[in-house]
């Protein structure tokens, strides 16, 4: 089993940058895709990004398009979500979440969540 962890969350203004990291433990997660969702107060869970085993493909949300960007690192076993020109609407708990196969699909896997605050 895969456990996920993330890390990096935070308050910043609007137009500041954060970074998010997700990081697994028990079977390494380096050969299965990775994404992010979030979810804000009182709404559903919504898919942020992912990235497929070897980066070959990487898709983001349109409401993330040009300013987040998903990565990964699979000599630290890590995945990283870089986010500029943040907005307040980009306020949500963020959960990185592991399909369980080299290719996107349903998670299997998810981190806790990594509380982002973005103030106007």
């Known amino acids: 089993q895969v456990q996920v962890q993330e890390s990096g969350g935070g308050l910043v203004q609007a137009g500041g940058s954060l970074r998010l990291s997700c990081a697994a433990s028990?079977?390494?997660?380096?050969?299965?895709?990775v994404g992010w969702f979030r979810q804000a107060p009182g709404k559903e869970r919504e898919f942020v990004a992912f990235?497929?085993?070897?980066?070959?493909?990487?898709y983001y949300a349109d409401s993330v398009k040009g300013r987040f960007t998903i990565s990964r690192d699979n000599a630290d076993n890590t995945v990283s979500l870089q986010m500029n020109s943040l907005k307040p609407e980009d306020t949500a708990v963020y959960y990185c979440?592991?399909?369980?196969?080299?290719?996107?699909?349903?998670?299997?896997?998810w981190g806790h969540g990594s509380q982002v605050t973005v103030s106007s």
């Open positions: 979440a592991n399909p369980g196969t080299t290719g996107w699909g349903p998670p299997q896997y």
């Open positions: 028990g079977r390494t997660f380096n050969r299965y895709a």
């Open positions: 990235i497929t085993w070897g980066a070959v493909i990487v």
